[in-house]
T-cell receptor
Framework: EPEVTQTPSHQVTQMGQEVILRCVPI?????FYWYRQILGQKVEFLVS????????KSEIFDDQFSVERPDGSNFTLKIRSTKLEDSAMYFC????????????FGPGTRLTVL | GESVGLHLPTLSVQEGDNSIINCAYS??????FIWYKQESGKGPQFIID?????DKRQGQRVTVLLNKTVKHLSLQIAATQPGDSAVYFC???????????FGTGTRLQVTL
């Protein structure tokens, strides 16, 4: 069964450093998403991406964040200058179409900012 | 603002009993709802979904009920098993908007 994969599973970084979180969505999916989950809290939407551009983003997704689909398979989330409060689980998801359809989630990357 | 929330943070049930997990939502324009299961250290896993033109949908051992009048969603798990122990989230989506809005989660503990 096809699945969303994410690397690394755990990333530790120093405050102020740049990090790139990587995702490989399901191959025939066209919509890609990033969510985050701070420990013990609910899953929060960050951004959605379709047709090589951002289709929707939340207030959390400020200028420190960016997304990219550098090739036909990878989808990345970059945080330019990490802050302590960026520590969280980051989940990538993908779906065949936009609203009103199941989103398939990856296993997540745990980001720890020291 | 619009939100989706859960009534009970923790639900403890005995193996073999039925479980009911509840969710309230406030966005009356929401037209698609999903229940996800999240095990420790893993990503959310799809359980079942329902559209606003339905009030009930059944899967294998799971049933989702939607009451649009009171903006309430519930997940029923029949014959709960130890493998059902996890955190359960409801999530909603509105029209063509791509994001899912998640509730706060309910932890289901299955005792033997």
């Amino acid at each position: 069964e096809p699945e969303v994969t994410q690397t690394p599973s755990h990333q530790v970084t120093q405050m102020g450093q740049e990090v790139i979180l990587r995702c490989v969505p399901i191959s025939n999916h066209l919509y890609f998403y990033w969510y985050r989950q701070i420990l013990g809290q609910k899953v929060e939407f960050l951004v959605s991406f379709y047709n090589n551009e951002i289709s929707e983003k939340s207030e959390i997704f400020d200028d420190q964040f960016s997304v990219e689909r550098p090739d036909g398979s990878n989808f990345t989330l970059k945080i330019r200058s990490t802050k302590l409060e960026d520590s969280a689980m980051y989940f990538c998801a993908s779906s065949t179409s936009g609203g009103g359809n199941e989103q398939f989630f990856g296993p997540g990357t745990r980001l720890t900012v020291l | 603002g619009e939100s989706v929330g859960l009534h009970l943070p923790t639900l403890s049930v005995q193996e073999g009993d039925n479980s009911i997990i509840n969710c309230a939502y406030s966005n009356s324009a929401s037209d698609y709802f999903i229940w996800y299961k999240q095990e420790s250290g893993k990503g959310p896993q799809f359980i079942i979904d329902i559209r606003s033109n339905m009030d009930k949908r059944q899967g294998q051992r799971v049933t989702v009920l939607l009451n649009k009048t009171v903006k309430h969603l519930s997940l029923q798990i029949a014959a709960t098993q130890p493998g059902d122990s996890a955190v359960y989230f409801c999530a909603e989506n509105t029209g063509t908007a791509s994001k899912l809005t998640f509730g706060t989660g309910t932890r289901l503990q299955v005792t033997l």
